[in-house]
């Protein structure tokens, strides 16, 4: 299993910016405050013709900056930057699948960021009949920690994680989790696939409301009535605002069944209630987010109690599409969504 290299990355970049940064203007701020002590109109020497008497006898005027004095400067930064590096982490986690029962003996990768200009160290590790993990003893300005395990699915922001040691938490930073406090980490057990019709197709869509009907296990577009999906658009890009936005609205529904919105990519499983007949989308031109598509996923519950899963991309600007990808079980009243490309239903 390999780490989220992008998350590592982002991280790194991110943090030796902010360490550039912060040094540099730490040591202009340093020469500033110090050329600031410096009386400028103050001489080392008075000329001989003109006799001067200091202000403040007591006080000798400041001596401007040498190179001896950029050398300290530049040892100060040094020393912060080594740091921050050398920050001593110790992590805690716990590994949960997504119905909260431990997962146990999953891998554990750790990326350290302990280095400035080359990749950090890494270790690895295995969660515990708890699901429990830890590590210590190492040091870095940030950790990234990934887990995984065969027979699970990884969950995007739940899987893996980066957390500030050396530096401060922000937004692609945690703060670092306590040995009474583990951070969770989750990963999706996958279940038996059963036989799925499946569907990766683009259909165009008229302008005008008129729908268009689609059968999930043909993959084609059928007459009004015989449809498992219907979708209808409706634009007015002949008026458009200066941002050239238009007023659009989409619908989609499914006869004598209905749609719920998925909330979790990765949950084959569709659940028992809440769909409603139709999902409807609407965009003035005026909408603060506008764009000229829309994409969500969706579980379907077909008129003849069947379930399905799909993901819809309407795109409205110029010529109209959706482009649906969907997985159907033709087992009545069976949830189970998990795809197995080895048990893929042919196209009647």
């Known amino acids: 299993m390999k780490p989220n290299r992008a998350i590592l990355l982002a991280s790194s970049a991110g943090l030796l910016i902010l360490l550039y940064f912060w040094l540099g203007r730490s040591g202009h701020q340093k020469r500033q405050n110090y050329e600031s002590k410096t009386d400028s109109t103050a001489l080392p020497f008075a000329p001989a013709t003109t006799p001067t008497k200091s202000p403040n006898p007591s006080v000798a005027p400041t001596p401007p900056a040498t190179q001896g004095d950029e050398a300290v400067l530049r040892e100060e930064r040094v ?28 891998h554990i990768e750790y990326s350290a960021i302990d280095k400035f200009w080359a990749d950090g160290s890494r270790y690895q590790g295995t969660s515990d009949d708890n699901g429990n993990f830890s590590i210590s003893d190492i040091k870095g300005a940030g950790l990234l920690v990934t887990v995984g395990k065969n027979g699970y699915d990884s969950i995007n922001g739940k899987s893996s994680q980066a957390f500030g040691y050396g530096m401060p938490p922000d937004s692609s930073r945690k703060s670092p989790p306590t040995k009474d406090t583990p951070s969770i ?45 219907v979708i209808a658009c409706w634009t007015n890009d002949q008026e458009q605002d200066a941002n050239r936005h238009y007023d659009w609205q989409c619908r989609f529904s499914v006869p004598g069944g209905g749609l719920v919105q998925s909330q979790d990519e990765t949950d084959y ?9 139709s999902v409807e989308i609407s965009m003035p031109h005026n909408a603060e987010n506008w764009r000229s598509d829309v994409s969500g996923e969706y579980y379907l519950k077909l008129a003849n109690g069947t379930y399905a899963r799909a993901k819809i991309n309407m795109i409205a600007g110029g010529d109209h599409f959706v482009r649906i990808t969907s997985y159907l079980n033709p087992q009545q009243g069976s949830r189970n969504l998990e795809y197995d490309p080895a048990q893929q239903v042919n196209l009647k």
């Open 269 to 277: 499983q569709a659940p028992i209630e809440g769909y409603q007949p």
């Open 79 to 106: 020393k912060t930057v080594q740091s921050v590096f050398a920050a001593p982490i110790s992590f805690y986690g716990k590994v949960l699948d997504q119905n909260g029962n431990p997962v146990p003996e999953a």
């Open 185 to 229: 980490f989750v990963l999706r057990k996958k279940v038996i696939g059963e036989p799925l019709f499946t569907v990766a197709r683009t259909f165009r869509i008229p302008r005008n409301g008129s729908p268009v009907e689609i059968n999930l296990k043909t993959a084609i577009s059928v007459p009004a009535g015989q449809g498992d999906l």
